[in-house]
């Protein structure tokens, strides 16, 4: 691993609600995700040196195949910057986040804006899926019928029958992130949710029903980052990018081998080493629910427990709000939403406002480290990206 | 006399004689590691070098690493349909369409020795069926 030339802080977050905008562009939500950061980074629009825009299917859905960053960006007044365009599907915003940090940690910028958007509303369902299946490789998997829900309802079975989780757990964990929802102003579905009524939900892919499934929806999300040591001219709460990592899905399909790390540990592995810091100090995260079974291996792939531990803790009401590790105070993708570009700085937002004690009613008892963990796509058995970041006060 | 059968996708299985049922997956050997991946690919995802990949036939049977059988399907395909993971003992796990069974949660079984079976997967925009690959339970083809 090398070594950064500087710190870089997290002066601003800001994000659209999350939801069905059929009156809103990507141009609006981008625009409107991008000035609440920068509202709330004190700074002034013009000082911003570079910009990543993290965008997934909108050239499939709206049309606007290429230059999308700059297409919105115009439109949010800022034009003539360096924009560049990160898409890498469910994890663009994580991606863009990462590079703005890689730039400014460069010592070639001071202030940089990541910004993720997404349209995928589109009042055709098929339509949006036939974009989503192109998050596959469509060669071996999208052309060949494959069905997002269904791969993860395939680990989940594998998961149920190694580990002996049962369908309630994995309603729990939907249960969870609904309440959690429900405190969350941005969240695309406020509305709370019983084991039965999750179980009893319209079956997609058993075991994953209905409710277990994050939504189709709009959104957008951005932060305003920038080097630490300017830092507190904007803010007298910067909040540290203490370690990144990001990882390549390592294409399960080819080895089944045990010793091979997926995505998620390389990733959090890489971020983990970079910031010094464990698992165990971690105090809030966000995780990727794109469907509810994917929260329990992904905290144990992120390495909050060994494998097979994580129905505990929600048996145990340790992954709630004011457990001993709280996930998803967002409400996850399951109930805030997943926009897909979107998703990654959404999530970072959260953490953001839980590290400033911002985070109203979903507030965690001070914490001082947060991570994000965001994927993207499916290869084979793995997620095709994967981007840790470990935040701290 | 008879069409020519159109494939889904080139370069992943052969039809000999354009014949599905001496049909096989076609996958790649590193002759320095022995790895054998499916999609063929030409350069070893484990030494991480090139020019030691080699074209290899892929066994028709393996076990059924998972399922799904799911109540939506994509255009060109019909819900509910199944589709699985069937790991080969060449160390591949090779994703497909499931086929020969009711489309219910208790006709298949993790571990069930499956067999691949080439047949139409979809439709082109002409109405034409293009032929991919599809796992099915042993059991399911005697008696045939």
New interface residues.
Partial sequence: MGRLAREVAIIGVGMTKFGKHPDKTIKDLAREATWKAIRDANVDAKDIGVIYCGNAVDGLLSGQEDIRGQVVMREAGLAGKPIINTPNACASSSTAFREAWLAIASGMYDIALAVGFEKLYVDDTAKTTRALATCTDVAVEGNMGVFFPGMYAMEAKRYMLETGCTKEQIAKVCVKNHKNGCLNPHAQIQQEVTVEEVLNSKMIADPITLYMCSPIGDGGAAAILCAENIARRYRSDPILIAGSGMASGVFLDIDIDKEKKNSTELAAREAFEMSGIGPGDVNVAEVHDAFSPAEFTFFEEIGFCNKGEAPRFIEEGETEIGGSIPINTSGGLESKGHPVGATGLGMISEIVWQLRGEAGKRQVKSPKVGLVHNGGGIIGGDNAVMCVHILKR | MENELKK??EG?FELPNGSPEKGYLVGAKCTRCG?????KRMVC??CVKEDSMVETSLSKRGRL?????????????KAP?I???I?LPE???????IAGCEPK?DTLE?GMEMEIVFES??KDKDGRDLI?YKFRPISSSKGV
């Fill in positions: 889904m996708a992943l790895t054998i991946t499916f999609p995802p484990n690493y998972s399922f799904s059988v799911n109540q939506m399907a994509p255009e060109g395909f349909y589709t699985g993971k790991d160390k591949v796990r090779v994703f497909s369409v949660e993790i997967l979809t991919g």
